[in-house]
């Protein structure tokens, strides 16, 4: 049984947190990640951000380098690939994650796209590993761990990254826990997303527990409530 507390971050780990998830089970998965992104949104939250952070860097001529933690299969970053299509911004591309079955199927699922790598890095392990890069994404990434952890780790990649940091994840909120409980019932095919979804946004954060975690990180932050239960949260670094 999933609980959902307005008052608390859920400790219950999701199915997919496991290292050795893999195989059809996973496969099938993101079959249903792709459906939850195409209605709910939430690379465009992501975009958009990497746009907001370029307002201030408008001389920024060289190769951008966008380093995806937790990147999953790959998806974020071949948007990227298009965004900087559309703009006419060169950009490279390094997805990384700690599954390695993940990262095997992200290769296959981005051949073609020249400009992305990925490697195999637990990103709170292995900082030293990091290439150097101008913007970090963190979708829907950090819910995963605590918050004192999420500080210590955002200061870090915060003081690396040359432009800054795009956060976007989940508002803990009882209606989202609702909704989608009856998307997932709809609409998703496997329990392991429908599982993980409700554990996301109860894993999720409320406004005040974002702005508690900022003021203890250097640089410029904005944050905004965006759809779908999402925050856009930008951190510049200045």
Excluded at 114 to 129: A, P, Q, R
Excluded at 134 to 156: N, P, S, W, Y
Excluded at 186 to 197: E, K, S, V, W
Aim: proline share 1%.
């Amino acid at each position: 049984m999933i609980s959902f507390s307005s008052t608390y971050r859920s400790q219950q780990t999701e199915i997919m947190d496991d290292m050795n998830f893999q195989g059809e089970e996973m496969k099938a998965l993101l079959k249903d990640l792709a459906i939850v992104n195409k209605w709910l949104g939430g690379t465009g939250i992501t975009l958009s951000g990497i746009d907001l952070l370029l307002k201030k860097h408008t001389n920024f001529n060289k190769p951008l380098v966008v380093l995806d933690l937790g990147c999953g299969d790959g998806e974020m970053l071949r948007k990227v690939v298009t965004w900087g299509q559309q703009r006419n911004v060169d950009v490279r591309c390094i997805g990384l994650d700690a599954n390695p079955f993940i990262i095997e199927e992200a290769i296959k699922r981005s051949k073609g796209y020249n400009t992305i790598e990925f490697k195999k890095i637990d990103v709170f392990s292995d900082l030293d590993l990091l290439p150097e890069f101008d913007i970090a994404l963190c979708t829907l990434f950090l819910h995963h761990f605590q918050e004192k952890k999420i500080v210590g780790f955002l200061q870090d990649i915060g003081q690396k990254a040359k432009v800054g940091v795009v956060v976007n994840d989940l508002m803990r909120n009882v209606w989202a826990f609702r909704l989608f409980k009856l998307f997932g019932q709809l609409f998703l095919r496997t329990h392991t997303a429908r599982h993980d979804g409700l554990v996301s946004i109860a894993r999720g954060f409320r406004k005040k527990e974002i702005l508690a975690m900022s003021r203890s990180i250097n640089g410029t932050h904005s944050i905004k409530s965006k759809w779908a239960f999402r925050y856009q949260w930008l951190i510049y670094n200045t």
